[in-house]
C-alpha cells in the first residue's frame, strides 16, 4: 500500500490525498507432497535463529543453508562444483569446532545450556513499579544434549526427520514466564533466554 499527500495552500488549491492499495497476489497453495519440503524449511529456520542467538554463528549457517547460498554459485561447472564441495567441508569442520569449543561458552541455567550472557547500562535509568532499573541482563542458551548431537552432524543435506535427528525431539512448545523484573522464554527443552532488569 502506498499513500501520496499533497496539501493546497497556495491560491486556495485543495488538498489531495491518494491512497494505491495494489491487488494482492495469489495465495501460495501448499500441496500434501510439499508438506515435507514446507515442515524441513520451518525447523531449520527456528533452529538456525536459534543458534544465532546463543552464538553459534557457524553451525547457524551450516543448518539454515546446507548446499550454501545458491544466488552466490554460479551455474555448475566441475571447477565450481569442486569450490563448492570445498566450502562445504570447510564450513561444516569450522560449525564442528564451534560446537566443540561450545564447553568454553557460559554455563547457564543450572550448566545444562551454553550460550552467551550479556549485560548492558541503560543510557539513563527507568522506573517500573517505583524500581530503578539501570542496567539489562540477557541470557540465552541452547540444550548441551542438542549441541552434542547436532555437533556430530551440522550439515544435514537431507530433509530433517526426528528418526535421524534426534535434536528434533527436544523442540517444543514456546512457554512464556515473567514478573517485574524478569521474563524467561521456553523454547521446548532446546533453547532458553532470559531477561533480567536490574
Excluded at 525447523?43 to 543458534?51: D, F, S, Y
Amino acid at each position: 500500500m502506498v499513500s501520496g499527500l499533497s496539501i493546497g495552500i497556495e491560491d486556495s488549491n485543495p488538498s489531495h490525498l491518494k491512497i494505491i492499495d495494489p491487488e494482492p497476489e495469489d495465495p501460495v497453495i501448499i500441496t500434501e507432497s510439499e508438506m515435507e519440503f514446507v515442515k524441513d524449511a520451518a525447523t531449520r529456520g527456528v533452529m538456525a535463529k536459534l543458534l544465532r542467538s546463543t552464538g553459534f554463528e557457524t553451525a547457524a549457517e551450516a543448518v539454515a543453508a546446507p548446499c550454501g547460498k545458491p544466488q552466490a554459485i554460479p551455474p555448475s561447472t566441475k571447477k565450481t562444483d569442486k569450490k563448492r564441495i570445498e566450502f562445504l567441508s570447510d564450513r561444516d569442520r569450522r560449525a564442528r569446532e564451534e560446537l566443540l569449543e561450545s564447553t568454553s561458552r557460559a554455563h547457564l541455567f543450572g550448566g545444562r545450556y551454553r550460550g552467551r550472557e550479556v549485560t548492558f547500562q541503560l543510557p539513563r535509568p527507568i522506573y517500573i513499579y517505583d524500581d530503578m532499573i539501570s542496567k539489562v541482563t540477557v541470557r540465552q542458551g541452547m540444550n548441551v544434549d542438542a549441541i552434542y548431537l547436532l555437533r556430530e552432524q551440522p550439515t544435514i543435506e537431507t530433509l530433517i526427520a526426528p528418526s535421524r535427528n534426534h535434536w528434533i525431539d527436544m523442540m517444543g512448545a514456546n512457554n512464556i514466564q515473567d514478573d517485574e523484573q524478569t521474563a524467561t522464554l521456553q523454547f521446548g527443552s532446546i533453547f532458553r533466554s532470559e531477561l533480567i532488569l536490574n
